[in-house]
């Protein structure tokens, strides 16, 4: 008898028999996704935000059937492609931030408070956003510098927050959503633990005062761990963290830095989740190398999504290194975006044969299939997937 696609999960992640290889793709333009489904499909990132813009421009009820078709669309895509974790949702533009104004097809106007107006300009063909002030410049992200006395009196707060928290006690949308896809491991996080890599002012605040910074963490992975029971008795049984933090030449922070500010944090929160059934997956493409005995051997992450094959993260060696940790992705975006029909597949059979012979191993595309894509490629890693996996 077939296994449902959470019972495939289950047993790859503990190193068990499947029937056939478990299948994620990470992420999907608007492009890739109606090359596979022959019609407009709300996913990706600037394309949704897009569309979720109009549709806050249009009222609450076009907002209302936009939000139902992001997760109506969502799960079709996944099970066109085969999945066995669903994704429900992607990249979203903040509804509390309604248009002020609609230029054209392209461009509407915003104003956060206390702001001046400034514009999104999203291109189709790319499917990206540029971001344009009243002067037609790109406005720059001011950030507060953080002093050692300012991020102090912040870990002092954090700490004292941490104090007296109070852990939620239920998720009742959280265990419908477990309740409705009862069949399928959902991509949903229960929070996680690191650094901000797109903040400058914050990367410095590790590098200049670590055990503060450490400290800071370790309130927050404290708090955390004290509502996983909640995500547990909603029916979780994996969580996945989304934090990018690595480069094609490494991670943001020495290695030591890493081990000394962020694990320690990390690892009360896996314990947590791990006390309670949950498996921790974390999320980010880049060359992890450095920090994979960390990340693996003394946090105790049991896996990794966006495996990136183009930053040097290759399955066999992985495998050889962590024999039980479950890894996902490894087909190059690169490859489908670029190559021939051959490079697809020998792409595409590299990865699935690894799998098969390694075990604990989830295959998919490890980072977004881009804008542009032959759909004959898409199609046709498809294809080989379904045959031979």
């Not at 040097?312 to 495998?319: K, N, P, V």
């Not at 489908?336 to 989830?362: K, N, P, Y």
């Amino acid at each position: 008898m077939p296994l449902t696609p959470k019972e495939r999960v289950l047993r790859c992640i503990n190193g068990q028999p499947v029937d056939k290889i478990p299948v994620h793709h990470i992420q999907f333009s608007a492009h890739a996704a109606k090359a596979i489904m022959g019609r407009e499909v709300l996913v990706g990132g600037a394309y949704l935000q897009w569309k979720e813009m109009e549709a806050l421009w249009r009222g609450p009820e076009a907002h209302a059937e936009f939000e139902a078709r992001c997760e109506e669309d969502a799960v079709a895509l996944a099970k066109a492609c085969g999945h066995d974790i669903l994704r429900l949702s992607y990249w979203r533009w903040p509804k509390h931030k309604k248009p002020l104004n609609k230029l054209d097809e392209y461009t509407f106007v915003f104003q956060d408070p206390g702001g001046e107006p400034y514009k999104m300009i999203y291109d189709p063909e790319q499917e990206l956003f540029t971001c344009e002030d009243s002067t037609g410049s790109i406005p720059l992200n001011q950030e507060k510098p953080v002093t050692r006395e300012s991020l102090l009196a912040e870990v002092l707060a954090e700490e004292a927050k941490t104090e007296r928290y109070q852990p939620v006690k239920e998720l009742p949308q959280l265990a419908g959503m477990y309740e409705k896809y009862a069949d399928y491991i959902l991509k949903v996080g229960a929070g996680t633990i690191g650094i901000n890599m797109k903040s400058v002012e914050e990367l410095m605040a590790v590098i200049d005062w670590p055990d503060l910074y450490a400290r800071k963490l370790m309130a927050r992975a404290k708090r955390l761990a004290m509502d996983i029971p909640a995500y547990a008795a909603a029916g979780m049984r994996a969580t996945f963290a989304v934090l990018d933090f690595c480069s094609p030449n490494g991670p943001i922070v020495s290695p030591a830095l890493w081990s000394q500010v962020v694990v320690p944090a990390l690892k009360v929160f896996i314990d947590a989740c791990h006390s309670h059934g949950i498996y921790y997956f974390h999320c980010s493409d880049g060359n992890f190398w450095p920090v994979a005995d960390a990340m693996f051997l003394e946090a105790g992450v049991d896996g990794w999504a966006e495996v990136d094959k183009s930053s040097g993260m290759d399955l066999h060696e992985l495998r050889q290194a962590y024999p039980e940790v479950t890894l996902i992705g490894n087909i190059r975006s690169q490859v489908l975006h670029h190559g021939t029909l051959q490079d697809v597949e020998r792409e595409v059979m590299a990865c699935i044969e690894e799998a098969h012979r390694s075990g604990r191993i989830i295959i998919g595309v490890s980072n977004m299939i881009m804008p542009g894509t032959p759909a004959e490629n898409i199609l046709h890693m498809l294809d080989l997937i379904e045959k031979n996996r």
